[in-house]
């Protein structure tokens, strides 16, 4: 583990699955699309019927974060997302936003702030940009800036 954080970018999963799924090479809207597809087929896959088993190996595997990395990325890079792309992101943040899973974080309010700004991101469109900046801020850049701060380095 190295970027961990509460965005969809801030995490080492979803950072090996924008890379992986060479999205930078995208040209067009249906480029973007099917390369967030071929990169996560797993989770569209086995979201169509997915028992908490298959959600759980998703899970593991980084599959989810890698969905949700990926089909911020292409926002942020101005491309818009399939009605396909959508569903899948939406079950995947609806799932994150489980009591179970969002334990699981560090701080589960940050967490549970994060996806739900994505998720009305990936609905509507609208954003803070600043917001989502802090949210893909790495954890180990945070505990860098708190701990350099001036009132913690006396």
């Given amino acids: 583990m190295g970027a961990w954080g509460e965005g969809m970018q801030a995490n080492d999963n979803a950072l090996d699955w924008i890379f992986m799924s ?5 040209k067009t809207d249906k480029d973007v699309n099917a390369a967030i597809r071929m990169a996560v087929n797993p989770v569209a896959t086995a979201m169509n019927g997915a028992g908490d088993a298959d959600m759980s190996e998703l899970i593991f595997y980084g599959y989810i974060d890698g969905l ?5 990325w292409a926002l942020d890079h101005g491309f818009a997302l399939d009605d396909d792309v959508k569903y899948a992101v939406t079950k995947a943040v ?10 699981t974080w560090s701080d589960p309010d940050k967490r549970e702030d994060a996806l739900k700004r994505f998720l009305e991101r990936v609905q ?10 802090e949210d893909n801020k790495p954890l ?8 350099s701060s001036p009132e913690n380095t006396e």
């Fill in 140 to 147: 180990l850049q945070k505990a860098d800036e708190l701990y």
């Fill in 22 to 26: 060479s999205l930078e090479n995208s």
């Fill in 124 to 133: 509507t469109g609208k954003f803070d940009q600043d917001k989502q900046k």
């Fill in 68 to 72: 949700l990395g990926c089909a911020e």
């Fill in 94 to 103: 609806k799932g994150e936003l489980s009591k179970s899973r969002l334990q």
